[in-house]
């Protein structure tokens, strides 16, 4: 069968779409789930047996939840515009509709940050290296007060520091973006 051009604003497009981006994000081990920012290009190949192999090229842009959410990428808010990284996602992907079955057979992502916002603003706050010992310490200050103050039984430890950026206000300040974990360790233990 010839391949069929569907319209980018389509249903079909965004039904592809909408479940490559999910395998996508599911696939993901480490950033932040991807949300659609539009449908570049669609091609649809329709099979001998009911379904369709489409190839997707998708703008996306990173939101607020980490994929270890498993969060759906429509119910993760954006970032602002000078916070997100942008790309674009080539996909290949099966789907028949009346089995309810979808296969990502590949994907590959290209992301990359905003221009330098210095340029634009200088007194906004500026991304850097996450594993940096002082944004390492700031995470730690924070899941520390964290820790005093909730109602929860056991102490939480930070798993890694995600996103991390610095301001020069009266001094430095520094923000943090960090996944944590539950411990072993019980708040009634000495």
């Given at each position: 069968a010839a391949l069929l051009s569907p319209s980018c604003n389509g249903r079909v497009a965004e039904e592809?779409?909408?479940?490559?981006?999910?395998?996508?994000?599911?696939?993901?081990?480490?950033?932040y789930v991807l949300r659609l920012s539009r449908i570049f290009s669609v091609?649809?190949?329709?099979?001998?047996?009911?379904?369709?192999?489409?190839?997707?090229?998708?703008?996306?842009?990173?939101?607020?939840?980490?994929?270890?959410s498993k969060k759906p990428w429509k119910d993760c808010p954006a970032r602002p515009a000078h916070m997100t990284v942008y790309g674009q996602c080539k996909a290949i992907i099966y789907i028949n509709q009346p089995r309810k079955i979808a296969h990502l057979s590949t994907y590959q992502c290209t992301l990359q940050q905003v221009s330098p916002i210095w340029s634009i603003c200088p007194d906004c706050p500026v991304d850097d290296c996450p594993t940096e010992p002082?944004?390492?310490?700031?995470?730690?200050?924070?899941?520390?007060?964290?820790n005093q103050e909730s109602?929860?039984?056991?102490?939480?430890?930070?798993?890694?520091?995600?996103?991390?950026?610095?301001?020069?206000?009266?001094?430095?300040?520094?923000?943090?973006?960090?996944?944590?974990?539950?411990?072993?360790?019980?708040?009634?233990?000495?």
């Open positions: 592809a779409a909408d479940l490559a981006l999910h395998h996508i994000n599911a696939h993901r081990r480490e950033g091609l649809e190949h329709p099979q001998e047996i009911p379904g369709s192999v489409f190839y997707l090229i998708l703008d996306v842009t990173d939101s607020e939840c980490h994929v270890l002082k944004y390492l310490e700031a995470a730690a200050q924070s899941l520390a007060k964290f109602q929860q039984r056991r102490y939480f430890s930070v798993l890694n520091v995600t996103r991390a950026s610095m301001q020069w206000v009266i001094g430095p300040a520094y923000f943090v973006e960090f996944l944590i974990q539950e411990t072993s360790c019980s708040k009634s233990d000495t």
